[in-house]
């Protein structure tokens, strides 16, 4: 029996899907499939009234703490097809856990990860249809919650909503994987320590869109962020985590509190370990990275995150000056990490790690 007792309504109006000639060129969070997931919160009755109704406007006084206050958390994760037609999600536990963790942060009513996952996959089941088909495509899954308590008094949040929307999306990479330029951010910051940086909140977005647009700009991809103390130390990239090829050994950041914990950042700690490679996490100084890039042994520089599954950097700026990253090619192990992770995902390798979650 349902714990969450899910109830469901149906469109009258289902919407066509996209072809598969259509798929590649569907872009990212653009369109969207019929139906959503959605409950309720009251201190009173706690989490309640699960449904899944048909995709469109929630309506909400101005007065809802969300829109004043910034108290909201999201997710984020694939629906993948495979050749033979089924479909998987990658680590959702993972997800489940980390928006737990998230609204912990700011005190915002927790969803239990088991109704996390059961409300994910009732979503599914009515939507599995529109998960793409060809490799590379998927159906991205944003769950997020915020709160809506509709005064303007900060107290206590005592009423919430969770809602899971889901968008079929065209492959990141359908011409081919280019580099990316990225630019290390020296003015602003995005988190310290003791702040929400660990937590996937709307608000970490909302304060890095200055930096953002400055490096757009320029021309570059995202921004590099230094930590916020120091405005010494690498921490990551937009909305990836990062990784560094110096002389043979792989670095990254360790999690501190600052750096979101990357679900595809610790799968891929997972691998490259499992590939023999020496993984380091811990704190990288600007300073190490510059004079690797000037003395060559900085061998590859790559981001991590759902949506890009791994990210070549290409060229690295830093001041005044601009470096470019193994010939401005995908390195060996950001291709091997790319072909493994991508594999397992649309069902081309093994997953030998109980990483794959089948939808019913
Ligand atoms: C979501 C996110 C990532 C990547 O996390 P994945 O679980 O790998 O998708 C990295 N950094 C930030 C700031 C994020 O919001």
Redesign the pocket.
């Known amino acids: 029996m349902s714990v969450l007792d899910i109830k469901i309504y149906k469109t009258a109006e289902p919407k066509v899907k996209p072809t598969v000639e259509e798929e590649a060129s569907l872009g990212f969070g653009t369109t969207f499939s019929d139906h959503m997931f959605v409950m309720e919160y009251d201190s009173d009755k706690g989490w309640h009234d699960a449904r899944i109704v048909p995709f469109g406007p929630i309506p909400f006084l101005p007065s809802a703490a969300v829109f004043h206050y910034g108290a909201e958390v999201f997710e ?1 994760l694939k629906a993948y097809r495979t050749a033979d037609g089924k479909v998987q999600l990658f680590r959702p536990e993972e997800n489940a856990q980390r928006l737990y963790n998230s609204a912990e942060r700011l005190c915002i009513p927790a969803v239990d990860p088991a109704d996390f996952l059961e409300a994910l996959n009732a979503l599914m089941e009515v939507e599995k249809d529109w998960v793409p088909k060809s490799f590379g495509t998927s159906l991205y899954l944003r769950p997020f919650l915020f709160a809506t308590d509709p005064a303007l008094g900060l107290h206590t949040i005592h009423h919430a909503m969770f809602v899971i929307i889901a968008s079929p999306s065209g492959s990141y990479y359908k011409e081919g994987i280019n580099p990316v330029k990225i630019m290390i951010e020296t003015q602003d910051v995005r988190a310290v320590r003791g702040g929400t940086g660990y937590a ?1 909140c709307g608000g ?1 977005y909302a304060a890095a869109n200055r930096a953002g647009y400055k490096a757009e700009q320029k021309g570059y991809t995202q921004v590099l962020w230094l930590d916020g103390v120091h405005q010494k130390y690498i921490e ?1 990239v ?4 990062v990784m560094f090829k110096i002389a043979g050994k792989i670095v990254t950041p360790d999690l501190i509190g600052t750096v ?1 914990p ?4 610790k799968s891929c700690i997972e691998l490259l370990k499992e590939m023999g490679y020496e993984v380091e996490e811990r704190r990288i100084s600007v300073d190490e990275i510059v004079e690797a890039l000037e003395n060559g042994t900085l061998e590859e520089m790559w981001g ?4 890009a599954v791994v990210s070549p950097v290409g060229h690295l700026a830093y001041k005044d000056k601009e470096y470019c990253i193994n010939n401005n090619e995908i390195g060996p192990v950001t291709q091997k990490l790319y072909d493994e992770l991508t594999g397992i995902q649309w069902g081309k390798k093994e997953d030998t790690r109980n990483w794959i979650k089948t939808v019913k």
Do not use: F, S, V, Y
Request: charged letters at 20%; glycine letters at 24%.
């Open positions: 984020g996937k970490n990551e937009g909305a990836m985590n979101l990357g679900i595809t950042r991590t995150g759902t949506a």
